[in-house]
């Protein structure tokens, strides 16, 4: 195998028949000689159990799977996968075997002595179901299987490395947190200053670093990892993605993701109940999905009550032969009333110039959008009112920050426990400037630099679910 470095945050390792291993750094990188010390987990009666338990070096986890179906190949990853006997998992010696991620999970060698660790944790951004769980199990995780005892929680984001006060995080302290939504080491959007977040590092003594953020956040773990990568620092830097829109590439899913379509349920079942309750009513109900239409894809799949799912990833229009105006007329004389899901990111470009907020942007460096969901909701009351002379009877529900408040659910729970354990096993393996997440099915470490992606509108399951369903998406 032929190692490369396209830069210092990720290693290019390539191999036969394609292969290419997207390495993430290591603190022998930069610090050569590192001492090692056995992992504790060895004389753990919980894990010592277990056989082949750890993990070897030469592990990686295939971006994609190549799979077999109907005489043909198919390329598949995250929500692409279609789980059905009739897909076949194949290995064919001329088949490329593309992009790969170091597996995840404890050495048998680690490169931080239990005594010395001195870890702290930062929530940044929006809330999203799960944060508390994963601030539960990190701390857990370095007390319970690597004998760590100091970890900090850094309060309110970024700028509470410089600005505010720590939170000392004992299990004792995380032990019910799980159960309440939020984060109770608060958050906030911005406030990055990498120079004044590494002194603070520096100055504290802390050696392990656990972020929790969305694409903003992790842009600034990168550069917090450059910073201490620079300074010769032996400083472990570890992100857990956090994004409740689940657009993050190459991951199954995001933590918090399952909780949201699950939550969602319940404002579309409301507008549902509105909507068949009167004559022609219209239930419109706006969901998260500033880029990608995750949430109100999967939410409108999983509710068989919703008429028309409108998301960012297809445009549509209002008017004229095949816009939204005529689908609702026609579904209303056909049903008598309808539901529509929105996602908050669709649609922004019918908003007329004076409702653009333009190249407006938040703290976290996200564009800022308009109520889409009030917008649309506006513009059918006047359209059948004044046009069509319908009388009609429309409610707009957004649930948006009850479904981000709530905790995580079972599946969740489950998810956030084994993305902070990943995270906990890399640092302390000495492994630095990577995010944990699932692919295919593996957990696996990521280079900080990957970019949001969006609903495949060819994916196998989207469109024929679509059709089953009699339900009509942009």
Not at 208 to 220: E, M, N, R
Not at 246 to 275: C, L, M, W, Y
Not at 301 to 312: H, T
Not at 446 to 467: D, G, M, Q, T, W
Request: hydrophobic share 35%; charged share 20%.
């Amino acid at each position: 195998m032929e190692t490369g470095r396209s830069n210092s945050q990720m290693k290019l390792v390539s191999g036969d028949a394609g292969y290419l291993l997207e390495d993430v750094p290591h603190l022998t990188d930069y610090i050569p000689d590192i001492p090692t010390y056995p992992n504790p987990l060895r004389f753990n009666p919980a894990y010592s159990v277990v056989k082949q338990y750890f993990v070897d070096m030469d592990d990686t986890v295939a971006q994609k799977c190549v799979c077999w179906r109907l005489g043909r190949f198919y390329w598949f990853q995250g929500q692409d996968w279609l789980s059905h006997e009739a897909w076949k998992i194949v290995v064919h010696k001329d088949s490329p075997r593309g992009i790969h991620f170091r597996r995840a999970g404890p050495r048998q060698k680690v490169y931080f002595d239990s005594d010395e660790v001195h870890a702290c944790i930062v929530t940044c951004g929006g809330l999203c179901p799960g944060l508390n769980t994963v601030i539960r199990e990190l701390v857990c995780g370095l007390s319970h299987m690597y004998g760590v005892n100091k970890v900090l929680g850094i309060d309110g984001g970024y700028r509470g490395f410089y600005a505010k006060n720590t939170v000392t995080l004992t299990p004792k302290v995380v032990n019910d947190i799980h159960k309440r939504g939020g984060t109770i080491i608060g958050t906030s959007r911005g406030g990055h200053d990498t120079s004044k977040i590494v002194d603070s590092i520096q100055d504290r003594g802390i050696n392990q670093v656990y972020i929790i953020g969305g694409d903003g956040t992790q842009k600034g773990a990168a550069a917090i990892y450059e910073e201490i990568r620079k300074r010769g620092l032996k400083v472990a830097v570890a992100g857990i993605p956090k994004t409740i829109d689940n657009d993050i590439p190459v991951i199954d899913k995001s933590f918090g993701f399952d909780t949201a379509v699950e939550e969602a349920q319940r404002a579309i079942n409301a507008a549902h109940v509105e909507a068949e309750s009167t004559e022609n009513g219209v239930g419109v109900v706006k969901l998260m999905g500033r880029y990608s239409g995750f949430i109100a894809m999967y939410a409108t799949l999983a509710s068989r009550d919703v008429d028309c799912c409108l998301i960012p990833e297809s445009p549509f229009y209002l008017e004229g032969k095949g816009g939204l105006f005529e689908f609702i007329e026609k579904r209303l004389k056909e049903n008598g009333h309808m539901v529509i899901v929105i996602a908050e990111g669709a649609g922004q470009e019918l908003l007329s110039e004076r409702m653009q907020s333009g190249d407006q942007k938040d703290e976290s460096g996200n564009k800022l959008l308009r109520d889409v969901g009030l917008w649309i909701s506006h513009r059918i009351k006047d359209h059948f009112a004044n046009q069509r002379k319908m009388l009609l009877t429309l409610k707009y529900i957004d649930p948006t920050y009850m479904i981000r408040a709530i905790p995580s659910n079972a599946s969740d729970n489950v998810y956030c426990t084994l993305l902070a354990q990943s995270a906990v096993h890399g640092a302390m393996a000495g492994y630095t400037g990577f995010t944990s997440g699932l692919v295919n099915g593996r957990h696996t470490y990521i280079p900080f630099n990957l970019k949001s992606h969006h609903v495949n509108l060819r994916a196998a399951f989207y469109e024929p679910i679509c059709s089953g369903l009699n339900i009509a998406s942009t």
